[in-house]
Nanobody, 121 residues
Framework: QVQLVESGGGLVQAGGSLRLSCAASGSFFSINYMGWYRQAPGKQRDLVADISLGGNTNYADSVKGRFTISRDNAKNTVYLQMSSLKPEDTAVYYC???????????????WGQGTQVTVSS
């Protein structure tokens, strides 16, 4: 079994910073892509940022210049450093990863349970 466990969410004032972490555990060969999505009440889940195994990154326009995604392959962990937070960043943030497991020919998509980020004005 594979699990993605997020941490680091919370309440912060506008202009502040938070760092989210997501660690993968279980039985697998490797982690291909890793990323963060977010979902605000009444809205769809949208990509925030993702990062490939080789370190190539991709960001939503709304977070460019404010958020930084990184990963530690030795720890099977992805991070999201969020700065200059705005009230519109308030959402549940979900970790996502494509993981190569034994007996499967391609990567499988996994999701974390979500962590709440609330930015007050």
């Amino acid at each position: 079994q594979v699990q993605l466990v997020e941490s680091g969410g919370g309440l912060v004032q506008a202009g502040g910073s938070l760092r989210l972490s997501c660690a993968a555990s279980g039985s697998f060969f490797s982690i291909n892509y890793m990323g963060w999505y977010r979902q605000a009440p009444g809205k769809q889940r949208d990509l925030v940022a993702d990062i490939s195994l080789g370190g190539n990154t991709n960001y939503a326009d709304s977070v460019k210049g404010r958020f930084t995604i990184s990963r530690d392959n030795a720890k099977n962990t992805v991070y999201l450093q969020m700065s200059s937070l705005k009230p519109e960043d308030t959402a549940v943030y979900y970790c996502n990863a494509g993981i190569k497991r034994p007996r499967y020919s391609s990567s499988l998509d996994y999701w974390g349970q979500g962590t709440q980020v609330t930015v007050s004005s």
